[in-house]
C-alpha cells in the first residue's frame, strides 16, 4: 500500500459525517443501550422506524412544526464505526444477522437492515421511479386518485432535489457495469446507467456494507439528522411492543430498551397519532399487537424474489471498485429486471460451487469475477404472521414467477459468455455447476421451477397492509389511517396494493412524503 | 445460548474443509488461519436464537451423516481431509432439499468470516479496497 493512499485515508477518518453526534442537536438522540432507566416521554407524533419511510415522515412531520419522536429497533451505527465487510454489516446492521428466511418452501433470504437509516444504510441507494402504469394501475384496488403518478411526480422532484440523484458517472462505473452495459447493448438489449442518491461516489463497491466513506445519501446522514435539526428526537434500540389504543384512538407506542443492563420499558405518548414505517414485514406485527382485527392483516404479501449469477470472465473485472448497482436492463412485458451487483469476497464465497479444493481454484480467481442478478417483480402472494421467532414471512414464487427467474437467468448467462465467461455459475440445483460453453445455455430451457432449486433472495417487500375504501380488503384507508383505529397512521411499503418492478426505495419516499403531507394537514387538535 | 467447546471444534473441522489451506497457490490462507473463535463468540452473541438453533443442527447433522456417507464407521473427526471434503460435497449436492440448505447455511456462514478476513482481502482485492479493508481492520472484528 502506498503512503499516498494511506495519507488519503488518514484523512478521510478524519473527516466528520452527518450523522457525527458533535454536529446533531444535544438530546436530540437517546441510545437504548445507554438508558439507566426507563423512559416515558410525549411527543406529536411517534413514528415507528427510521428507513426510508419513517425518516420521510420525520422530515415532513417535524418541518411542518410537529413535535415528532422516532423510535428505531436498531443501534445507531453511525458512518465512522462502519466496517468494511459484511461481518460488520450482518452483525450489527441486517435485521436477525441475516440469517432471516422465509417459510412455506424454499428458504428465501430476507435482507432486511436493522439499524438507524433502515434499509437505506445497506442498499445501493437505487432511485428509480416507479412506472406510471404501475402506480395509475393502483385506482382497481379501490385508491381513486390517492396516490397516482402524477400526485407522485412533485415528491420524487423534491426528492431527487434534497438527496442529489443523479446517474453513476463512468469514471466510477467499474468493470461490472461497464461489461454487463457493452453486453446488453451487443445482444440488442437497452441498459440504462442507474440513477442513485449519493454525492461524489468514490466507487469503493461497498454501499451493501454501508458507505465507510458517507457518499451514499442514505436516510442515517441525511433525513434523520435533518429531523433532528428540525426538533425531532429519535430513540434507537427500543423494540416497539405495542401501540396503546384507548377509545379507538392510538395513544401512545409501548416497547422496551435493551440496553446493557437488561430491558427497561420505554413509552413514548403521542398527542396527535402514532406512524408506522417498520415495513412490511415488521408493520403488520406491530398492527396486529396494537389490536386490530382486520381480516385484509397480513395479506397479499408481494416481493421481487431475486436470483444472481456469478462467471469467471477472461479479464479483471475488479468487483471491489465501482458502483455496487449501476446498470440494469427492464423486461417489463417479462416482469423481470436484470442487474449488476457487486459482490465482495464474503458473498461471492457463498455463490460460487463447490467446496474445498475446487472451490478454492475458482475464488482465488475473485479478480475475474462478475456477478449479475435476475428481479422477479412476480405475481405469488404470501402472509406475514407471528411466530416463536418474531414475525414471519411465508411466501413462495408461483411457477410462472420462476419461469421468468428461469429466463432472466438464461439471459445473464447468455449475456456472460458473450462478454467472455470461461465458466459461468448459474447455482441452481439440478443444472451443472459450471457452464463452459454458450452451446450449453439451454440447460436454463430445462432447469427446475421448485423455488426449491435456487438460492434466493427478497429485499423488496410490499403489502401485508394494504391501502383501500374497503375495511374488508384492506387495512388503511386513503388517509393513511387504519380503518380500525384512528390516530394511527401507515406510510411504508406495506399499503401498497402491487410490487413495483424496480428497486422501491424512490417510490416508499414519495409515497411516505405525500402520505406525511396528508397526516399534517388533517392532524387533529390536541385531545 | 452458546456454542459449545464440541461443537467449536466441529464448526473448525467443517471450515477448513470448505477452505482448506494451501489449495491454490495465490490464496494459501485457509479458515484456520481466521479467527474463528472469535468469529463464533460474534455469532452466539448476536444471532437468533432460531438461527442459533439451526446452525448446531447443522454442525450436529454432518457430524452424523459421515459414517453413512463415507459408509464405514468413521467420525469427521478422524477422516481425512479427502474424505471430509467428500462428506461435505456429497451433502452439498443432496436431492433433499432441506439436507443441501444445511451445508449451504455453513458455506455462507464460513464464508462471511473467510472473504472478511484482512489477510484474505488483502490477498484478492486490489489498492484502493485492500487499503480500507487494512485500516479498518478492527471495525471488522
Same mark, same amino acid.
Not at chain 1, 305 to 319: E, Q, T, W, Y
Not at chain 1, 473 to 485: A, K, Q
Not at chain 2, 40 to 68: H, K, M
Not at chain 2, 75 to 104: K, M, N, Q, T
Given at each position: 500500500?502506498?503512503?499516498?493512499?494511506?495519507?488519503?485515508?488518514?484523512?478521510?477518518?478524519?473527516?466528520?459525517?452527518?450523522?457525527?453526534?458533535?454536529?446533531?442537536?444535544?438530546?436530540?438522540?437517546?441510545?437504548?443501550?445507554?438508558?439507566?432507566?426507563?423512559?416515558?416521554?410525549?411527543?406529536?407524533?411517534?413514528?415507528?422506524?427510521?428507513?426510508?419511510?419513517?425518516?420521510?415522515?420525520?422530515?415532513?412531520?417535524?418541518?411542518?412544526?410537529?413535535?415528532?419522536?422516532?423510535?428505531?429497533?436498531?443501534?445507531?451505527?453511525?458512518?465512522?464505526? #462502519?466496517?468494511?465487510?459484511?461481518?460488520?454489516?450482518?452483525?450489527?446492521?441486517?435485521?436477525?444477522?441475516?440469517?432471516?428466511?422465509?417459510?412455506?418452501?424454499?428458504?428465501?433470504?430476507?435482507?432486511?437492515?436493522?439499524?438507524?437509516?433502515?434499509?437505506?444504510?445497506?442498499?445501493?441507494?437505487?432511485?428509480?421511479?416507479?412506472?406510471?402504469?404501475?402506480?395509475?394501475?393502483?385506482?382497481?384496488?379501490?385508491?381513486?386518485?390517492?396516490?397516482?403518478?402524477?400526485?407522485?411526480?412533485?415528491?420524487?422532484?423534491?426528492?431527487?432535489?434534497?438527496?442529489?440523484?443523479?446517474?453513476?458517472?463512468?469514471?466510477?462505473?467499474?468493470?461490472?457495469?461497464?461489461?454487463?452495459?457493452?453486453?446488453?447493448?451487443?445482444?440488442?438489449?437497452?441498459?440504462?446507467?442507474?440513477?442513485?442518491?449519493?454525492?461524489?461516489?468514490?466507487?469503493?463497491?461497498?454501499?451493501?456494507?454501508?458507505?465507510?466513506?458517507?457518499?451514499?445519501?442514505?436516510?442515517?446522514?441525511?433525513?434523520?439528522?435533518?429531523?433532528?435539526?428540525?426538533?425531532?428526537?429519535?430513540?434507537?434500540?427500543?423494540?416497539?411492543?405495542?401501540?396503546?389504543?384507548?377509545?379507538?384512538?392510538?395513544?401512545?407506542?409501548?416497547?422496551?430498551?435493551?440496553?446493557?443492563?437488561?430491558?427497561?420499558?420505554?413509552?413514548?405518548?403521542?398527542?396527535?397519532?402514532?406512524?408506522?414505517?417498520?415495513?412490511?414485514?415488521?408493520?403488520?406485527?406491530?398492527?396486529?399487537?396494537?389490536?386490530?382485527?382486520?381480516?385484509?392483516?397480513?395479506?397479499?404479501?408481494?416481493?421481487?424474489?431475486?436470483?444472481?449469477?456469478?462467471?469467471?470472465?477472461?479479464?479483471?473485472?475488479?468487483?471491489?471498485?465501482?458502483?455496487?448497482?449501476?446498470?440494469?436492463?427492464?423486461?417489463?412485458?417479462?416482469?423481470?429486471?436484470?442487474?449488476?451487483?457487486?459482490?465482495?469476497?464474503?458473498?461471492?464465497?457463498?455463490?460460487?460451487?463447490?467446496?474445498?479444493?475446487?472451490?478454492?481454484?475458482?475464488?482465488?480467481?475473485?479478480?475475474?469475477?462478475?456477478?449479475?442478478?435476475?428481479?422477479?417483480?412476480?405475481?405469488?402472494?404470501?402472509?406475514?404472521?407471528?411466530?416463536?421467532?418474531?414475525?414471519?414471512?411465508?411466501?413462495?414464487?408461483?411457477?410462472?414467477?420462476?419461469?421468468?427467474?428461469?429466463?432472466?437467468?438464461?439471459?445473464?448467462?447468455?449475456?456472460?459468455?458473450?462478454?467472455?465467461?470461461?465458466?459461468?455459475?448459474?447455482?441452481?440445483?439440478?443444472?451443472?455447476?459450471?457452464?463452459?460453453?454458450?452451446?450449453?445455455?439451454?440447460? #436454463?430451457?430445462?432447469?427446475?421451477?421448485?423455488?426449491?432449486?435456487?438460492?434466493?433472495?427478497?429485499?423488496?417487500?410490499?403489502?401485508?397492509?394494504?391501502?383501500?375504501?374497503?375495511?374488508?380488503?384492506?387495512?388503511?384507508?386513503?388517509? #393513511?389511517?387504519?380503518?380500525?383505529?384512528?390516530?394511527?397512521?401507515?406510510?411504508?411499503?406495506?399499503? #401498497?396494493?402491487?410490487?413495483?418492478?424496480?428497486?422501491?426505495?424512490?417510490?416508499?419516499?414519495?409515497?411516505?412524503?405525500?402520505?406525511?403531507?396528508?397526516?399534517?394537514?388533517?392532524?387533529?387538535?390536541?385531545? | 445460548?452458546?456454542?459449545?467447546?464440541?461443537?467449536?471444534?466441529?464448526?473448525?473441522?467443517?471450515?477448513?474443509?470448505?477452505?482448506?489451506?494451501?489449495?491454490?497457490?495465490?490464496?494459501?490462507?485457509?479458515?484456520?488461519?481466521?479467527?474463528?473463535?472469535?468469529?463464533?463468540?460474534?455469532?452466539?452473541?448476536?444471532?437468533?436464537?432460531?438461527?442459533?438453533?439451526?446452525?448446531?443442527?447443522?454442525?450436529?447433522?454432518?457430524?452424523?451423516?459421515?459414517?453413512?456417507?463415507?459408509?464405514?464407521?468413521?467420525?469427521?473427526?478422524?477422516?481425512?481431509?479427502?474424505?471430509?471434503?467428500?462428506?461435505?460435497?456429497?451433502?452439498?449436492?443432496?436431492?433433499?432439499?432441506?439436507?443441501?440448505?444445511?451445508?449451504?447455511?455453513?458455506?455462507?456462514?464460513?464464508?462471511?468470516?473467510?472473504?472478511?478476513?484482512?489477510?484474505?482481502?488483502?490477498?484478492?482485492?486490489?489498492?484502493?479496497?485492500?487499503?480500507?479493508?487494512?485500516?479498518?481492520?478492527?471495525?471488522?472484528?
Amino acid at each position: 500500500m502506498s503512503a499516498e493512499i494511506l495519507d488519503t485515508e488518514l484523512e478521510r477518518s478524519r473527516v466528520r459525517h452527518p450523522d457525527d453526534p458533535a454536529l446533531l442537536p444535544s438530546g436530540s438522540h437517546i441510545d437504548g443501550r445507554a438508558l439507566r432507566g426507563g423512559v416515558d416521554a410525549v411527543a406529536d407524533f411517534v413514528i415507528v422506524g427510521s428507513g426510508a419511510s419513517g425518516a420521510t415522515a420525520a422530515v415532513v412531520l417535524a418541518e411542518a412544526g410537529y413535535e415528532v419522536a422516532v423510535v428505531e429497533e436498531g443501534p445507531w451505527v453511525r458512518t465512522s464505526e #462502519f466496517g468494511t465487510t459484511m461481518r460488520s454489516a450482518t452483525m450489527n446492521m441486517v435485521r436477525g444477522a441475516a440469517t432471516n428466511v422465509t417459510s412455506g418452501g424454499a428458504f428465501i433470504l430476507v435482507m432486511q437492515g436493522s439499524c438507524v437509516g433502515g434499509s437505506t444504510a445497506i442498499n445501493s441507494a437505487i432511485a428509480l421511479r416507479a412506472p406510471d402504469d404501475v402506480i395509475d394501475g393502483w385506482k382497481s384496488h379501490g385508491l381513486r386518485d390517492v396516490i397516482s403518478a402524477a400526485r407522485l411526480a412533485p415528491h420524487f422532484d423534491s426528492l431527487e432535489r434534497d438527496l442529489h440523484v443523479h446517474a453513476v458517472l463512468p469514471e466510477m462505473a467499474g468493470r461490472n457495469n461497464e461489461i454487463f452495459a457493452h453486453t446488453a447493448r451487443t445482444l440488442g438489449l437497452e441498459p440504462h446507467t442507474i440513477r442513485r442518491y449519493e454525492i461524489d461516489c468514490e466507487g469503493s463497491g461497498r454501499c451493501i456494507t454501508g458507505c465507510t466513506t458517507g457518499r451514499k445519501q442514505g436516510m442515517h446522514v441525511t433525513f434523520i439528522p435533518r429531523a433532528l435539526r428540525a426538533g425531532a428526537r429519535i430513540y434507537s434500540s427500543i423494540k416497539v411492543e405495542s401501540v396503546g389504543v384507548r377509545g379507538g384512538r392510538a395513544v401512545d407506542v409501548v416497547g422496551y430498551a435493551t440496553a446493557e443492563g437488561g430491558a427497561l420499558p420505554v413509552r413514548v405518548r403521542a398527542r396527535r397519532g402514532v406512524v408506522i414505517a417498520a415495513s412490511a414485514v415488521q408493520t403488520p406485527g406491530i398492527l396486529r399487537r396494537a389490536g386490530l382485527r382486520s381480516p385484509a392483516l397480513g395479506r397479499h404479501f408481494l416481493a421481487h424474489p431475486g436470483v444472481s449469477i456469478m462467471a469467471a470472465l477472461d479479464k479483471p473485472v475488479h468487483m471491489d471498485f465501482g458502483a455496487t448497482q449501476g446498470c440494469n436492463v427492464l423486461l417489463p412485458s417479462d416482469r423481470l429486471k436484470l442487474e449488476t451487483i457487486a459482490f465482495p469476497p464474503e458473498i461471492a464465497c457463498a455463490r460460487i460451487p463447490g467446496i474445498g479444493a475446487s472451490f478454492m481454484q475458482k475464488f482465488a480467481n475473485y479478480s475475474h469475477l462478475a456477478a449479475w442478478a435476475v428481479l422477479v417483480r412476480a405475481e405469488a402472494e404470501g402472509t406475514v404472521g407471528s411466530g416463536l421467532a418474531g414475525d414471519s414471512v411465508n411466501y413462495q414464487p408461483s411457477g410462472k414467477d420462476m419461469l421468468g427467474a428461469r429466463k432472466g437467468m438464461k439471459l445473464l448467462a447468455e449475456m456472460m459468455f458473450a462478454a467472455g465467461a470461461r465458466e459461468v455459475y448459474p447455482g441452481a440445483y439440478g443444472l451443472p455447476s459450471v457452464l463452459t460453453s454458450p452451446d450449453e445455455l439451454n440447460v #436454463f430451457d430445462r432447469s427446475p421451477t421448485d423455488p426449491r432449486a435456487y438460492n434466493m433472495l427478497i429485499s423488496h417487500m410490499f403489502g401485508a397492509a394494504r391501502m383501500g375504501a374497503d375495511p374488508r380488503t384492506s387495512v388503511v384507508n386513503t388517509n #393513511f389511517e387504519t380503518h380500525h383505529v384512528s390516530g394511527l397512521y401507515v406510510v411504508d411499503s406495506s399499503l #401498497f396494493p402491487t410490487n413495483l418492478g424496480v428497486n422501491p426505495q424512490h417510490t416508499i419516499m414519495a409515497v411516505a412524503r405525500l402520505g406525511a403531507q396528508r397526516i399534517a394537514d388533517n392532524a387533529r387538535p390536541v385531545a | 445460548m452458546k456454542i459449545s467447546v464440541v461443537e467449536r471444534r466441529w464448526a473448525h473441522l467443517i471450515f477448513d474443509t470448505i477452505f482448506p489451506r494451501n489449495a491454490h497457490p495465490n490464496l494459501q490462507l485457509g479458515a484456520e488461519d481466521c479467527d474463528i473463535e472469535g468469529y463464533l463468540d460474534e455469532v452466539s452473541r448476536v444471532w437468533p436464537a432460531f438461527s442459533l438453533l439451526a446452525l448446531r443442527a447443522t454442525l450436529l447433522f454432518v457430524i452424523l451423516a459421515t459414517p453413512f456417507v463415507l459408509r464405514r464407521p468413521r467420525s469427521f473427526a478422524a477422516a481425512s481431509p479427502a474424505d471430509r471434503e467428500r462428506v461435505l460435497d456429497v451433502l452439498y449436492s443432496s436431492p433433499i432439499y432441506y439436507i443441501r440448505g444445511l451445508v449451504v447455511l455453513m458455506k455462507a456462514l464460513a464464508g462471511i468470516l473467510y472473504g472478511s478476513d484482512p489477510a484474505v482481502r488483502a490477498t484478492l482485492l486490489r489498492g484502493h479496497a485492500r487499503s480500507l479493508t487494512v485500516l479498518t481492520a478492527g471495525g471488522a472484528r
